[in-house]
């Protein structure tokens, strides 16, 4: 929910192109024992592919989702207006006119 835009539309990108059947891994026995796992899933390489990418996905919105609220409230406090602070500047002595 809170990992950066850049961040998560990078990731969205690269798995937008995954393919776990052709994945690599650091060590051989440890490609072969994952493929043996997914080859043994209902639905295989393809139910793999589908679950990463419906997940990154969910990341993605509860990503988008916290960046409109961070951005909404940083609008609304910028944009309300402190009654206070613009009274008490215009009756500080150096903002008066001719000081």
Known sequence: ???GTDVAV???KT???LDTENAKASDESDRLMIHKLIESMDGGFDYMN???RKTIC???E???SHYET???TLMEDLTETHPTLLTSRANHPETKAGS
């Open 1 to 3: 929910g809170k990992a």
């Open 10 to 12: 990078a990731v969205a």
């Open 15 to 17: 798995v937008a192109e």
């Open 50 to 52: 589908t679950f990463v």
């Open 58 to 60: 969910k990341a993605l």
């Open 62 to 64: 509860a990503s988008h």
């Open 70 to 72: 961070t951005l909404k």
